[in-house]
């Protein structure tokens, strides 16, 4: 029986961050909600004369210690590929795949490698503070139904490339499978899709161009790795006589639905391009780091006035999900790049994380910042421990200090998927016995050398 009154919370911490206004952090406030969607933010004793007056039980969730800061939002990963965490490091970004990833995959792709990899992901994410992920990866239909059980926000790449592979035989597979996922989902309120061309050097003009109008119908965004590395940006321009994001932009998928990931060799021209046409930048740097694949110019970017999010990319090429990390290496990294001490702040660094990547995918409208309106994807950060001690800003001690393990709580749609750092609705043995069944079969299927 549906509840005949509103389930109103009060959450009520030490650092109140809503990431919009920007650089804003609040003292003695809190924020209502109301069946999963924020009322209000407001003094701490206006909050509590609210309680005191209200005709329905209301929850009071003390967060004495704590940093109060939306859900983050991993713009960019690969969550099944958990399975794949250290199977093959320390090599270049085509060896990594063309030698060892791909062919794992032609062997061991299904539903239940895509839904047990993604459960272990989603566990990871839950105790990181993660509440949205946009995921791009075959047999999104497993994926959902992980992410699902897990309570997250999902946001599910439609994965089309030229060659065959276990979920598709071609693109136009792909696409048709992915408009039945979205008829199947459309009214779901935490499940969204994108359209997701795996990237320039493996998606032909005519599967691009199908994209590009199914976008267009749909109004999906465009989930794809772009410039990743300058091998990728030669190699183009051998193929095509042109560079991708021009033969992007050729075909018509440069516009405000583009979601370009890594983007690590990009012109003073391209960059205004980029910012003209309003498409947006999914920054993944320790992925980058890790494989060598180049330095995204995001202060450049940035004071172009083009959105960026961030991703952790998927734990076979980071090899975590792990987003206060992300947020560090994003805040470090930029500075030597723009050889500017100031460059990508703690402040810039929080709201990639969050407004950022929610902005990218459409979803600023219901989540990224804490404000009335939207909904209640909220995570606590305990800030009481050695590590964050003493605290001068709030913001520069999560993005330069503290670490995910300091992650007490998450809400999604104000409902508790961790509380006192403890999870409420996943049994992680079982999750974790499952992933470990995978380890030997995957080894097996990994190629010799």
């Given at each position: ?15 109140l961050i809503p990431v919009a206004p920007r650089d804003e952090v609040l003292e003695d406030h809190a924020v209502w909600v109301a069946d999963g969607q924020i009322e209000a933010i ?63 995959e032609g062997q061991m792709l299904g539903h239940d490698f895509v839904h047990d990899g993604t459960m272990l992901a989603a566990l990871e994410m839950i105790r990181g503070g993660t ?319």
């Amino acid at each position: 029986m549906a509840n005949d009154h509103p389930t109103i919370q009060i959450f009520a911490p030490r650092w109140l961050i809503p990431v919009a206004p920007r650089d804003e952090v609040l003292e003695d406030h809190a924020v209502w909600v109301a069946d999963g969607q924020i009322e209000a933010i407001l003094p701490r004793e206006e909050a509590r004369r609210r309680q005191q007056a209200s005709e329905h039980p209301v929850d009071w969730i003390d967060l004495p210690e704590h940093a109060l800061i939306p859900g983050l939002v991993n713009g960019h990963t690969h969550a099944a590929m958990s399975l794949m965490r250290g199977l093959a490091d320390d090599l270049p970004l085509m060896t990594w795949l063309e030698e060892h990833i791909w062919p794992v995959e032609g062997q061991m792709l299904g539903h239940d490698f895509v839904h047990d990899g993604t459960m272990l992901a989603a566990l990871e994410m839950i105790r990181g503070g993660t509440t949205t992920l946009s995921d791009m990866y075959f047999f999104p239909e497993a994926a959902i139904e992980a992410v699902q059980t897990a309570g997250l926000r999902g946001v599910f790449g439609i994965v089309v490339i030229d060659n065959p592979n276990p979920w598709s035989a071609d693109p136009e597979e792909a696409l048709a499978k992915g408009i039945d996922l979205v008829n199947d989902w459309r009214r779901h309120p935490r499940i969204e899709f994108t359209l997701a061309p795996h990237a320039p050097y493996t998606v032909g003009d005519a599967a691009l161009e199908r994209v590009r109008t199914m976008s267009d119908q749909l109004e999906l965004p465009v989930h794809m790795h772009v410039h990743e590395t300058a091998h990728e940006v030669e190699t183009a321009v051998a193929t095509y006589g042109e560079r991708p994001l021009a033969r992007l932009d050729r075909l018509g998928l440069l516009n405000e639905r583009v979601v370009a990931v890594h983007m690590t060799q990009l012109t003073d021209a391209e960059i205004a391009r980029l910012a003209v046409t309003g498409s947006h930048v999914m920054h993944s740097p320790q992925s980058n780091l890790k494989l060598a694949s180049g330095f995204c110019p995001v202060a450049r970017l940035l004071e172009a006035g083009i959105n960026v999010g961030l991703g952790t990319d998927g734990a076979a090429s980071n090899n975590d999900l792990d987003m206060f990390d992300e947020m560090r290496t994003a805040a470090l990294i930029a500075k030597p790049v723009a050889n500017d001490a100031a460059a990508v702040s703690a402040h810039q660094a929080l709201h990639m994380a969050t407004l950022g990547g929610a902005r990218a995918f459409g979803l600023d409208d219901r989540i990224g910042s804490i404000e009335p309106g939207k909904r209640a994807d909220l995570v606590a950060v305990s800030l009481d421990e050695p590590e964050t001690q003493p605290v001068y800003d709030p913001v520069s001690t999560l993005v330069y200090s503290a670490s995910r393990r300091q992650v007490s709580d998450v809400w999604v749609d104000g409902r508790a998927l961790l509380r006192g750092g403890r999870l409420r609705h996943l049994d992680s043995r079982a999750i974790i016995d499952r992933a470990n069944s995978w380890r030997e079969p995957i080894r097996q299927a990994k190629p010799a050398g």
